[in-house]
């Protein structure tokens, strides 16, 4: 076993378990970015997630943004604030704001796919 694997292994099982997924979406991504042969090819695959349980707001925000790596964040900037304000400020319940977070990114992936079926 290599120092790098092992120093790896260390350090995953010292994170939590939305932490460790969120370190294997961004392997997912890495490998897959390399994979592309056609400099010109954007990313278009999916980190599927699972949704923990007892999830945070702020929490699903990385965990979204980790699903999706594709969509530009300034693009989601205003509404995905707008709801966390909205539980922040207002009282608005976490799985509420963190299903209506979902929907947004989707609707802003869906967007993305048609942009790129475009070209």
Sequence with gaps: M?????????????????????????????????????????????NPMARPVDERVPAALRRLRLMYPMLDASDLLAEASDLLSQHLMLGRSASEVIDDMELLFLRHYQLYQLDVGRR
């Excluded at 378990?17 to 990313?43: G, K, P, W």
């Design 2 to 46: 290599s120092a790098e694997y092992k120093q790896l292994q260390a350090l995953l099982n010292d994170l939590s378990d939305v932490d460790r997924m969120a370190v294997i979406a961004f392997a997912e991504y890495l490998h897959h970015r390399q994979q592309s042969t056609d400099l010109n090819c954007e990313v278009r695959v999916l």
